[in-house]
């Protein structure tokens, strides 16, 4: 299962070379046509990592707990518009906290033993909407990233005006 780690980290560099071509300074743009923004999509790719990768793999972890705002993360960018959450935090705020909840995924993934993988997962308070089992919430998390990085694609074309060059090599392992 270290093809799910792998991927984990593979999916979180794309997020991350993404994140790098859209200028800071336009993350609480809200293009109308996206009715999003990158800070929304980044406060929601933060979230989803903790519940999908952390939470309900190996339960609440009190260092993140401490250092990110889980529960203001959990009301900003679960259920709520893009609007609603401009200037919540600031994109360096985010990054900081993004880059610490992809390490401990990333760590949690890679202490599993194969065996791990198909334990039920953690109870929590609210159901996993598709996983029973760790393998499923790890996948589960990797094809989310996905999702979102479809929507960071299009609201970056809406800001920028261009599509991300991907025969630069820019998003090819180095």
Do not use: C
């Given at each position: 299962m270290n093809n799910l780690h792998s991927r984990t980290q593979q999916a979180y560099d794309w997020?991350?070379?993404?994140?790098?071509?859209?200028?800071?300074?336009?993350?609480?743009e809200t293009p109308p046509v996206v009715d999003s923004n990158v800070c929304w999509q980044l406060g929601h790719l933060t979230l989803?990592?903790?519940?999908h990768s952390i939470l309900v793999i190996k339960g609440h972890q009190p260092h993140i707990l401490q250092a990110v705002p889980v529960k203001d993360y959990s009301r900003l960018?679960?259920?709520t518009a893009a609007r609603e959450v401009i200037g919540k935090f600031s994109p360096e705020e985010m990054l900081?906290?993004?880059?610490?909840?992809?390490?401990c995924s990333l760590e949690i993934i890679g202490s599993l033993t194969e065996g791990d993988f198909?334990?039920?997962?953690?109870?929590?308070?609210?159901?996993?909407?598709?996983?029973?089992?760790?393998?499923?919430?790890?996948?589960?998390n990797i094809l989310h990233n996905h999702y979102h990085f479809g929507q960071?694609?299009?609201?970056?074309?809406?800001?920028?005006g261009e599509s991300y060059d991907y025969f630069s090599g820019n998003l090819r392992e180095e």
């Open positions: 997020i991350n070379k993404y994140l790098d071509s859209i200028p800071t300074d336009r993350w609480d989803s990592a903790y519940f960018y679960h259920r900081a906290h993004w880059k610490l909840m992809q390490a198909a334990n039920p997962l953690v109870p929590t308070d609210f159901p996993h909407p598709v996983a029973n089992i760790k393998q499923e919430a790890i996948e589960w960071l694609g299009l609201i970056r074309r809406v800001l920028i």
